[in-house]
């Protein structure tokens, strides 16, 4: 899916987890750490190393720890506390909540493959827009070279 740079990738790039964290996630003011969840040690989810390591291999994706909230990020005071944070490389609305679903039923393997599609500050928005308009097979092509290599 789409993904906004948070750090180190830029518009286009394609980055594939090393881990994932549902950043929205606070529960600070009674005691946690960002992201923890009650009756969870792990909070941040570390992808499949197998998996990560074949798709990593493909020519032209990056790799890096992605954050998730359930918002469209825009702010880029947000992003950039994030980043400090978690050392997040891009941040989407899907993978950290993927990743636990993954996690709390077994531990089944997972890796998040994201394309960025904008900055993730005040112009994501118009950015977004243009990937979703003019990237008509990104994801029919990073599919089809991922199946490949697996």
């Excluded at 929205?24 to 750490?33: E, Q, S, V, Y």
Aim: hydrophobic letters at 35%; a negative charge.
């Amino acid at each position: 899916g789409w993904s906004g740079a948070v750090s180190g990738v830029k518009k286009g790039e394609i980055i594939v987890s090393d881990s994932c964290v549902e950043c929205d996630f606070d529960l600070t003011p009674i005691g946690r750490l960002p992201g923890q969840k009650p009756g969870q040690d792990e909070y941040i989810y570390k992808c499949n190393s197998d998996l990560a390591n074949k798709v990593k291999a493909i020519d032209g994706f990056t790799h890096g720890n992605l954050g998730t909230g359930d918002f469209f990020l825009t702010d880029k005071v947000r992003r950039d506390h994030y980043k400090e944070i978690f050392n997040i490389k891009s941040f989407d609305m899907e993978s950290g909540a993927l990743a636990a679903a993954c996690y709390l039923l077994g531990k089944i393997p997972f890796v998040s493959i994201r394309k960025i599609s904008d900055s993730a500050d005040d112009v994501a928005t118009d950015e977004y827009t243009n990937s979703l308009s003019n990237d008509l097979t990104a994801f029919s092509d990073i599919v089809l070279k991922v199946l490949s290599n697996i």
